[in-house]
């Protein structure tokens, strides 16, 4: 079975944290490319989800960002990356995950330590997610989307975007009505990618906590200093 297709059909579940620890029941595979330690709340071996996870290599992908008209390759990043999907139109789950990214961003830029970490922030709805549409949901979070670590990334089309967000990331989404003539049934995951190219975390749901991530973060980058 392809192991990306495995959890598929609790896919867009994934919204909600799993809780409680499932650590000692999960092996070390991948604690070889890894700096922190098995991440908790996995939910099963790496090898075994639907996403790319602990220990696994992060997959190449080269999307445009609309703001600068150059493409955005994950091969050629030679930072952490903080990466997550999203679209602008979304009600409900994308608030609080987009808010928790502008939080770490400007946390970072306060430090000024723009550098240690690039943040792409990939839409799966390009028809509607449009440079105004982009604008104005940076100016809703307080996402400085001209700083040098921010990057909004919008697919070519509709086709790219599942290639890219449903089939190299695992992140499944489904359009639904909804009233702005169409809506996502979609999980919500992020991760957080050492500058080698290995996920170190991919923190499921859309309440993370911006200290939880800068804590990681910082780890990652003391082992790469």
Not at 83 to 88: G, I, K, L, M, P
Request: hydrophobic fraction near 40%; charge should be negative; aromatic fraction near 8%.
């Amino acid at each position: 079975m392809n192991r990306r297709a495995l959890l598929r059909s609790g896919a867009l579940g994934a919204g909600v944290a799993t809780a409680g620890c499932l650590g000692s029941l999960l092996g070390d595979e991948g604690a070889e490319h890894a700096v922190l330690g098995p991440q908790d709340d996995q939910i099963a071996d790496s090898a075994n989800l639907a996403y790319p996870a602990y220990g696994e290599a992060f997959p190449d992908f080269s999307l445009p960002d609309p703001f600068t008209d150059e493409r955005v390759d994950t091969a050629e990043i030679d930072s952490c990356l903080l990466v997550t999907a999203f679209y602008t139109f979304c009600p409900a789950e994308c608030i609080p995950l987009m808010s928790t990214f502008a939080g770490v961003q400007a946390e970072l830029l306060e430090a000024d330590r723009e550098a240690d970490a690039t943040i792409l922030a990939i839409s799966f709805d390009p028809e509607r997610d449009t440079v105004p549409a982009l604008e104005e949901h940076a100016d809703m979070m307080g996402i400085d989307y001209v700083a040098e670590n921010w990057h909004y990334l919008r697919p070519e089309d509709d086709d790219r975007a599942s290639e890219v967000v449903d089939e190299k990331l695992g992140i499944a989404f489904e359009p639904t009505d909804g009233t702005a003539g169409y809506d996502f049934n979609h999980a919500v995951l992020s991760f957080l990618v050492n500058p080698d190219g290995y996920v170190e975390r991919a923190y499921r749901g859309e309440n993370l906590p911006v200290d939880g991530i800068l804590e990681d973060l910082e780890s990652v980058l003391a082992a790469f200093e």
